[in-house]
């Protein structure tokens, strides 16, 4: 089973930009379905975007026009490009394959003056 390694994050204030990896252990071209999630303090994990194989994307109301998801398949590495960041985007930021139950550490961001 391919594992996944986040990284990227960081301080950044608001306004700012950063650019989480999702870095896999073994080949991606086979992974359907690719998504990232977020956790902030205190709530749930809710859904942010989602890249198909295809290279369709689709993203949560709440960061539409703000992230980009995309994928290297010849790096075995999902992005997500997050700019115009706001403190309520601060978030543990995962990565997953839709079709597995595991999911890794996370990148923490968090996005304050």
């Known amino acids: 089973q391919v594992q996944f390694v986040e990284s990227g994050g960081g301080l950044v204030q608001p306004g700012g930009s950063l650019r989480l990896s999702c870095a896999a252990s073994g080949s991606i071209v086979s992974i359907t379905i690719m998504d990232w999630y977020r956790q902030a303090p205190g709530k749930q994990r809710e859904f942010v975007a989602r890249?198909?194989?295809?290279?369709?994307?689709n993203y949560a109301d709440s960061v539409k026009g703000r992230f980009t998801i995309s994928r290297d398949n010849a790096k075995n590495t999902v992005y997500l490009q997050m700019s115009s960041l706001k403190p309520e985007d601060t978030a543990v930021y995962y990565c997953?394959?839709?079709?597995?139950?595991?999911w890794g550490q996370g990148t923490q961001v968090t996005v304050s003056s």
């Open positions: 997953k394959d839709f079709f597995s139950s595991g």
């Open positions: 890249i198909l194989s295809t290279g369709s994307t």
